[in-house]
């Protein structure tokens, strides 16, 4: 028995433009006109990108109308997307009381003992940069509860508090073990 035919009439074409417009799968549409997914592709590409595009166009009219009647989000959204707007970064590592509007960047170069004159003026703009960033304290000073600066023991075995260590044996035990 041979497959029957199947035939795009208007109404049929109506309702792809209306699924597509409001986003539909292909898939889907095809299963609810009755046909197979290549079938619609091939007989409604037309209709298909029809439909896509006057729903964009309808929901790019609200959105323009929201914009025009005062709505921030709407023109901010519109701007970025349509007048390609950015919004400008801030640095990483702003240094306080630092000039923010100058583009200077220091460009630390190795010494090459060539230029004595310019190796001079590099090491005086190294230091003046760094003179302005935050000094962080080396690993080994820490504070204690008192905001005093407390001497890390990097002995390997030791406690701070007792002064003995641990991994020596006590003098009870012997070279077998305790209990022995």
């Known amino acids: 028995m041979a497959r029957r035919a199947f035939v795009v009439n208007a109404a049929v074409r109506d309702k792809v433009r209306h699924l597509a417009g409001v986003g539909v799968a292909q898939d889907d549409i095809a299963k ?3 046909c197979a997914p290549k079938t619609l592709r091939k007989r409604c590409r037309d ?4 439909g896509v595009a006057e729903a964009n ?4 009219g609200y959105l323009f109308a929201s914009a025009k009647a005062g709505n921030v989000t709407a023109q901010i959204f519109w701007l970025k997307t349509r007048a390609h707007w950015r919004e400008k970064t801030a640095p990483e590592d702003p240094i306080a009381g630092g000039d923010t509007d100058s583009k200077s960047e220091v460009l630390v170069l190795p010494d090459n003992n060539r230029d ?3 190796t001079q003026v590099l090491r005086a703009a190294q230091e003046k940069y760094f003179a302005r960033k935050p000094q962080r304290q ?3 000073v ?3 509860l008192e905001g005093q600066p407390v001497e890390i023991d990097h002995s390997i075995g030791t406690l701070p508090d007792c002064g003995r260590n641990p ?3 006590d003098e009870e035990q012997t070279a077998s073990g305790p209990g022995v």
């Open 138 to 140: 080396p690993a080994e």
């Open 142 to 144: 820490r504070t204690g």
């Open 47 to 50: 209709d298909l990108d029809r």
């Open 57 to 60: 166009a309808t929901v790019s």
């Open 32 to 34: 609810i006109i009755g």
């Open 116 to 118: 004595p004159e310019l």
């Open 167 to 169: 991994l020596s044996g």
